[in-house]
């Protein structure tokens, strides 16, 4: 069961994104042909999610590595230096951005030796190889997490942790199709998840491409619907997972967390290792961008906030690994994580 | 310091109510001439807020009196009756609405040995008096509350219970405003509480007009800033009490609670009285009045979700006793509420 639309392909020597702001009016892919481009594409939330902007930022230096494949190998080095700070920069929380650029630097560094289109064309065959392991890892994932829920379940998703955060397939809502795919009958309450609504435009529209039930609801209303026995499971995407486990997601997935806890539902995060950031001790040291007060105060042209309204946007937050009844990855599921079972699962991994 | 406008007011023989549609854009007063026009505007959320919707109710009793009074005594009952039915259908889970409409009736049939222009003119001194009582009601209020405030101090409120939401001074802003009248220093954290989003366009328009300080959160980030420490109590209104301390309030104040227990933040409801329904003994009891699908597929003439999405949109819950610090009424303060103090409440209180 392919989903019925790409988040990113490679067109004609350039780019393509499914323009994510269009959705659900339009489906309009956006092509970019350099670094900054694809930057600012990542800044500007065309494409968002922890594995989509990880394959935006491979496809990013790889365009970049194309458009100056003119250039003598000193000044392409300089110039692909400047491009991986800039794609760097472009979002802070999402480790999966830091792990892709540090894979498309090492790749750069092994095609030293070489010519300098021989390093571009090496670049974008790691960058396509990197989409390629994306769908296969969530597949694998979507596979142990599927194992979790029972035959007829409804869960419960905040954000968009699906095939459009991902190269295919989704974290999250692969778990989803995994599971449909198994046979089993599942149905989804989306949170809208403001203040981006990812819920409505992103999570709704495309479970509906795939036919797939869904329930759109107000975020204030999770609790509610826990309480009246509706939901059986929650699954959500991480942007980063910290060594001990503490999942840093998208706002209001801690909340979520806390109630699901209250409730006695399983709450699982569907990561792929990438996610998962050993060099980052504990949730309190993930870093948590803040984004502009426009996001609150209205929603895309619209404003409804008196102006010169004072706002906070915090648009991550850390859930504590104590609240996660599992994480699930690439690799299996590991229930209660903590420091030693994360460490081990590291250690036993299959592939690198 | 009063609020520098009227949520409703009875000019040139008619009921006019600030249309809460319509702000922050546009302060407009719209009359209301018969009941059933009250009760469209009730419905239609002209005025919202437990209280707000008492006075407007009995309003629109006075005027449909005042409307028919040319009646003979029997048709005048007959059509009053029907009034009464006509706004009691209007909103499900606001109990002072049908505290004032019971009000308004004994009034009724206390002057039923008069003229039917007599009745008339004494079901709008009522309506006057019911309106001037919820005013000083919630100054008594205030004064209780603004005590269990430290000198410095955040609080989060969520939806909008305020002057916009009662005749004057509000129930959780009304702590709010008693507190700084005191000489307390107190900012304002407010949930932009989906899917209406009270808390943009009304709490933080009105306390903007008194000059508050108040600071937008989208309703995900609330757990996040309590989390940062950021959050010193919590404060807000009620639709209904339950005889054993349930609260029904606005969707999202149950998920406001929980994360406010988790991290030792006191949690407050401002509630009069009124508000506290003896006949109902717990919250499993409270009717939960769904709205349209409209109004979390997007916002006012605005659709961002895709079309023929699913949604259920309950808009309030429930907050077991449990979890509420204290009730803040015009009695006094109940801390830990039980059935046992709300009941010694109601036998000790000095009005009726």
Known sequence: MPSSFETLRWRDGAIEMLDQRALPER?????FDSAAAVAGAIRDMVVRGAPAIGCAAAYGV???AKRISGETRAQFENSMDAAFETLKASRP???????????????????????????????????????????????????????????RSRV???????????????????????AIEAG??????????????????????????????????????????????NIDAVIVGADRVAANGDVANKIGTYQVAVMAHR????????????TIDLAIASGADI?????????????REMRWAP?????????????????????????GVVRAPDREKIAALFRSRTTT
Chains 1, 2 share one sequence.
């Open 263 to 274: 409730h006695g539902i399983p709450f699982y995060v569907a990561c792929p290792l990438s």
């Open 27 to 31: 489906q309009v892919y956006l092509s």
């Open 93 to 151: 929380t999402a480790v999966n951005l830091f792990w892709a650029l540090e894979r498309m630097k090492t790749r750069l560094q092994a095609s030293s030796s070489t010519t300098v289109p021989d390093s571009a064309s090496a670049l974008l065959d790691e960058a396509h190889v990197m989409c390629r392991e994306d769908v296969t890892l969530n597949r694998r994932m979507g596979v142990h997490g599927a194992a979790l829920l029972p035959e």
């Open 156 to 178: 419960l998703t905040h954000c968009n942790a699906g095939a459009l955060a991902t190269a295919g397939h989704g974290t999250a809502l692969g778990v989803i199709r995994s």
């Open 62 to 64: 790889a365009v970049e």
């Open 307 to 331: 102006v010169g309204t004072d706002v906070v946007n915090p648009v991550f937050d850390v859930t504590p690994a104590e609240l996660v009844t599992a994480l699930i990855t690439e690799e």
């Open 184 to 229: 089993k009958h599942v149905a989804v309450y989306a949170d809208e998840t403001r203040p981006f609504i990812q819920g409505a435009p992103l999570t709704a529209w495309e479970l509906q491409q795939d036919r797939i039930p869904v329930t759109l609801i107000a975020d204030n209303a999770a609790g509610f619907l826990m309480s009246r026995g």
């Open 287 to 299: 870093p948590i961008e803040e984004r502009a007060a426009e996001e609150v105060l209205g929603y």
